[in-house]
Every structure is written in structure tokens, then in C-alpha cells.
């Protein structure tokens, strides 16, 4: 079965410092690969995708994240966290060839402290 | 442009009583997702839209759910009878044919008593 995995449903990082997300997903091809973010009170927008070509894709917000096929892993950086970047974050995955629904991690909550 | 609206944004019912959401995805957008997070787990699809006709009803639980889109335009989703494990949020994604992106709703916050 298809799934993808985040590990660490909580991250706390002081402000300025580095963020990383982790997300790994199983399959055997290739998915498209997503991460949406959602701010509390609000519904999920869309950070960054990658679909096809550049494997190192930039989003909002100065967010970026590398599709690393031998890993299976699409994980989610920032160099410098912000107190507005706090907010849970999801990896998602969708399947080509297959239904187009989307298919999620179980998100990670990212706390940023002064 | 106007994207997509969910009703209503919060419902608490009792437990057995019948509870209908609605989403209107962006204009123009066939495919119309609905999705469900129970608390403290993944977000989880429900069922897919193609214009009027359900792709993909997979994910849907059980026979208590009912989902339509007439018209191939907004769409309902109704609970009956409600029961405790049904409480979370749902939420309803649009998107174009060619599009890889899915555009999401606020969500609606189900709370069964």
C-alpha cells in the first residue's frame, strides 16, 4: 500500500535557525510529491510541488525541498525560520497513472521560539 | 478569483441526528475531492468527483455517507445517522484536468455529542 511517513509530528526550532521536514513515501514509481502547509483557522495552501525535471524545487515563503528518488524522501527546508512560519505542515503524495487523490503524512506541527 | 468555500465552517450535533456540509469548488474545476482528519491522524481522502460522476468513492466509510454533486457543480456531503467516530474536520479540493495542484478549502469541524 502507498503511504508516506513524516517523522516528528512536533519541531521546535529557535528563529533564525535551519528548518527540516522530514518525508519519505513508498512506491515504486515515481510519484508527484506536494507540501501544503495550514495556518491556524485556515484551510491547506500549498507550499511547493514537484512533478517532473529539477529535483531541488522552490516554494513560498522562501521553503524549498529535494526529491531524492534513491531515498524516496522529499524533504522540507528553510535556512532561517521566521515566528510566522509556525503552523502544521503536511507531505502529501499523488500517484500517476492512478486516481488523483492525494495521499498524506500525518503532518508535522512546527513550533518557532524567540 | 474566488477559491473554494465550505458550509459551514463548524457543526456540533448529537450523536444519531443528520448533519449535510457543503463545498463549491473553484469554477471551472471537474475534479471535486473530499477528505476527513480525525484528530491526531493523517488526512485522509473520502471520495473524487468528475463533474457529476463519482471516479473514486474508495475512501468513503460506510453507508452513512452520502455524497452528490448534481450538476457538476457544488457538493454535498451528509452524515445519517452521525455517529461519535465521524467527529473531525473535512475537508473539499477542486482542481482543473491538467492540473497536478489541488486547491482546498477551509474545512468544515465536525463535533458529534
Known amino acids: 500500500a502507498q503511504s508516506v511517513t513524516q517523522l516528528g509530528s512536533h519541531v521546535s526550532v529557535s528563529e533564525g535557525a535551519l528548518v527540516l521536514l522530514r518525508c519519505n513515501y513508498s512506491s515504486s514509481v515515481p510519484p508527484y510529491l506536494f507540501w501544503y502547509v495550514q495556518y491556524p483557522n485556515q484551510g491547506l495552501q500549498l507550499l511547493l510541488k514537484?512533478?517532473?525535471?529539477?529535483?531541488l524545487v522552490k516554494g513560498i515563503n522562501g521553503f524549498e525541498a529535494e526529491f531524492k528518488k534513491s531515498e524516496t524522501s522529499f524533504h522540507l527546508t528553510k535556512p532561517s525560520a521566521h515566528m510566522s512560519d509556525a503552523a502544521e505542515y503536511f507531505c502529501?503524495?499523488?500517484?500517476?497513472?492512478?486516481?488523483?487523490?492525494?495521499?498524506f503524512g500525518t503532518g508535522t506541527r512546527l513550533q518557532v521560539t524567540l | 478569483e474566488a477559491g473554494v468555500t465550505q458550509f459551514p465552517s463548524h457543526s456540533v450535533i448529537e450523536k444519531g441526528q443528520t448533519v449535510t456540509l457543503r463545498c463549491d469548488p473553484i469554477s471551472g474545476h471537474d475534479n471535486l475531492y473530499w477528505y476527513r482528519r480525525v484528530m491526531g491522524k493523517e488526512i485522509k481522502f473520502l471520495l473524487h468527483f468528475v463533474k457529476e460522476s463519482k471516479q473514486d468513492e474508495s475512501g468513503m466509510p460506510n453507508n452513512r455517507f452520502l455524497a452528490e454533486r448534481t450538476g457538476g457543480t457544488y457538493s454535498t456531503l451528509k452524515v445519517q445517522p452521525a455517529e461519535l467516530e465521524d467527529s473531525g474536520v473535512y475537508f473539499c479540493?477542486?482542481?482543473?484536468?491538467?492540473?497536478?495542484?489541488?486547491?482546498f478549502g477551509p474545512g468544515t469541524r465536525l463535533t458529534v455529542l
Open positions: 479540493a477542486s482542481d482543473a484536468p491538467t492540473s497536478s495542484e489541488q486547491f
Open positions: 514537484y512533478t517532473t525535471g529539477a529535483t
Open positions: 502529501a503524495v499523488r500517484y500517476t497513472g492512478t486516481a488523483s487523490k492525494l495521499t
